[in-house]
């Protein structure tokens, strides 16, 4: 094994531009190492509290937000589970390979499920949802804000506002945009709010969070089987004492708890933002002059994570593998996108000089690629 990948003392040295999960900060390293009393006493309530106040700022919401141990797969299986009766209809948005997850789960659950997909690269547009809405009575809607998988950023303030006057339940899955990009929970009236930590947060994976409304709560009562893990209704019950249900990884919690202090009270959230749309539109200008076209809609470009053609019809198997002995990691395309694009994770704590270093590099690897001086 290579010591850039597994470094015995020092754990990976490569550096990470993927969409997640993403380089974690040395002071969150730090963070996890330390002691910690149990998750049923008075530090671990004061820590929960803390992160709970840290969500609602960083959602932009009033509403409760609870802690999972789980990836945001599990908490989007929640949503189904406590959210949609057995006599109810459920609409799946979906412009990617997340969207197409999201109504799997919601088939494989057994509940009444309708995809309603664009094509991939594009965008929710208002008529589209308006006209997906108008062909049943659907009792909850769930939708990404942004497809990790195209690169595609969904106009949430259009959209989510349309679904709400339908009456549904909204869902929208931000696991590649919260902490990266601005979503007003309240404002617009999500929901349930859901993302895992590994990408815009910067932390290790194995946690998820999600803003609850009262309206979601309330009709989760009425659902039948919503299951254990996951059950909302114990979730809050449990989350009014600032507890989980089960066990938490704690040490993580802990880094939760600091990365929010940082975000909120050392970076600012709208420095954070406002860093994301200059990575994301740094690394656009990039792709326009490599000749790479993007493979997402014009207007509708994620700035947490790139999705480009293979417009220079180059073995992207090979490029990220030449990246990777120059100690950085991107990604291929994502399921049926494999070679088709590759994807740059520009996200968590990327600096703009970071991302340009990166980029010089990958510049020199196209073009021994093209040259075909790598064999
Ligand atoms: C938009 C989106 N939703 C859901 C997921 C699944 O997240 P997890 O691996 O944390 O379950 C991902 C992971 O990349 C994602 O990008």
Redesign the pocket.
């Known amino acids: 094994m290579s010591d850039i990948h597994f470094n015995k003392e020092k754990g990976s040295q490569l550096k990470l531009f993927t ?2 999960p993403v380089e974690v900060p040395e002071r969150i390293l730090q963070e996890l190492a330390k002691p910690n009393d149990t998750h049923r006493s008075i530090p671990y309530e004061e820590m929960h509290e803390k992160v709970v106040e840290g969500l609602q700022k960083l959602l932009y919401t009033d509403n409760d937000c609870f802690i999972f141990t ?5 908490v ?1 299986e929640a949503c189904v589970r406590n959210l949609v009766k057995s006599d109810e209809k459920a609409l799946f948005l979906s412009i990617g390979a ?1 969207g197409d ?1 999201w109504y799997n789960i919601g088939v494989k659950n057994g509940k009444n499920s309708t995809k309603e997909e664009v094509e991939w690269g594009r965008a929710l547009k208002p008529e589209f949802v308006k006209e997906a809405l108008e062909k049943d009575n659907y009792n909850v809607v769930f939708l ?1 804000s ?4 195209t690169g595609v950023y969904n106009p949430l303030e259009e959209i989510v506002p349309i679904i709400k006057d339908s009456g549904a339940v909204v869902c929208v ?1 931000t ?2 945009s919260i902490a990266g990009v601005k979503v007003e929970v309240d404002k617009l009236g999500i929901d349930v709010c859901l993302a ?1 930590v ?2 815009c947060l910067a932390l290790p ?1 194995g946690l ?1 969070v999600a803003s609850i409304s009262k309206k979601a709560l309330n009709k989760a009562e009425n659902v039948e089987n919503r299951g254990h893990y996951f059950d909302f209704v114990y979730f809050n019950k449990k989350n009014q004492q600032n507890q989980t249900p089960t066990t938490p990884p704690i040490p993580q919690i802990r880094a939760l708890a600091a990365q929010l202090d940082y975000i909120l009270n050392q970076e600012g959230l709208e420095e954070r933002f406002k860093r994301h749309a200059r990575l994301g539109k740094r690394t656009r200008i990039w792709a326009r002059d490599a000749g790479l076209e993007m493979f997402s809609e014009s207007g509708f470009e994620s700035n947490t994570v790139s999705t480009m053609k293979n417009s220079l019809n180059i073995d992207y198997a090979k490029m990220v593998s030449e990246m990777l002995s120059k100690g950085y990691r991107i990604v291929n395309g994502y399921g049926d996108l494999k070679n088709k694009t590759f994807r740059i994770g520009h996200m968590g704590e990327v600096s703009i000089k970071e991302l340009e270093n990166m980029l010089e590099d990958l510049t020199d690897v196209i073009s021994a690629l093209r040259l075909n001086k790598i064999s």
């Open positions: 969409p997640g789980s990836s945001a797969t599990g989007m997340f997850r990404q942004n497809e990790t998988s899955d696991t590649s895992s590994q990408k994976p998820a």
